[in-house]
């Protein structure tokens, strides 16, 4: 049974820092593509991030603009777990975060949460003073 657990979330003042992780289990995702998105309170789950898998063991990131030279998406396909660096955080970063695997094969539309099979339960990450 393929399992996907989100960890690393918490309070942080504006400008802060975090980093989640996403420990995945029941199968290896060594050659899916792993991605992050968000959910505010009152809004839908947006995408955030991507690792996505090109064949010849390449991964390549992609990342919302909003996002963008803030958060550092990785992996280490040895542990399985997926990882996304938050730095300066903003009090619109304020959501339940949630990882994600994708089986399809790229390209894809990875911003839409329909293209993903996995979902974690999300961990909370609240940026305020």
């Known amino acids: 049974q393929v399992q996907l657990v989100e960890s690393g979330g918490g309070l942080v003042p504006p400008g802060g820092s975090l980093r989640l992780s996403c420990a995945a289990s029941g199968r290896t995702f060594a050659t899916s593509s792993m991605g992050w998105f968000r959910q505010a309170p009152g809004k839908e789950r947006e995408f955030a991030a991507v690792s996505t898998w090109y064949s010849g063991s390449t991964y390549y990131p992609y990342y919302a603009t909003s996002i963008k030279g803030r958060f550092t998406i990785s992996r280490d396909k040895d542990k399985n777990t997926l990882y996304l660096q938050m730095n300066s955080l903003k009090p619109e970063d304020t959501a339940v975060y949630y990882c994600?695997?994708?089986?399809?094969?790229?390209?894809?539309?990875?911003?839409?949460?329909?293209?993903?099979?996995?979902w974690g339960q999300g961990t909370q990450v609240t940026v305020s003073s």
């Open positions: 994600a695997v994708s089986l399809r094969a790229t390209p894809f539309n990875f911003t839409s949460s329909r293209s993903y099979t996995y």
